[in-house]
């Protein structure tokens, strides 16, 4: 098992920064990536971006390439998501999930944070 808790949520204004942290604890040995997804008000959940959790490789879904980055610090078992230049579209819950390997079995995003809710005014 793998607990999520992500912070930094809030109101921020379009073209601000802002930074949100999620902290893994519990069987953290076994994670394999960790991402990012989002869900505005209306819409389905959809992918933000990723980092595995090994070698540090990213991926970031086309409307924020160039305004987020993704990074890991191993020791603490947290992931942060750089948002920069952000847009009102970018309104919406923040989700962190974990993909873990266990005996060589790669799960999907099976474990997820609460949530923090991310409103940017025009």
């Known amino acids: 098992q793998v607990q999520l808790v992500e912070s930094g949520g809030g109101l921020v204004q379009a073209g601000d920064s802002l930074r949100l942290s999620c902290a893994a604890s519990g069987r953290t040995s076994s994670m394999y990536a960790m991402g990012w997804f989002r869900q505005a008000p209306g819409k389905e959940r959809e992918f933000v971006a990723d980092?595995?959790?090994?070698?540090?490789?990213?991926a970031f879904a086309d409307s924020v390439k160039g305004r987020f980055t993704i990074s890991r610090d191993n020791a603490k078992n947290t992931v942060y998501l750089e948002m920069n230049s952000v847009k009102p579209e970018d309104t919406a819950v923040y989700y962190c999930a974990a993909r873990t390997s266990i005996g060589g079995v790669i799960t999907g995003y099976k474990y997820w944070g609460q949530g923090t809710q991310v409103t940017v005014s025009s």
């Open positions: 980092i595995s959790w090994s070698g540090g490789s990213t």
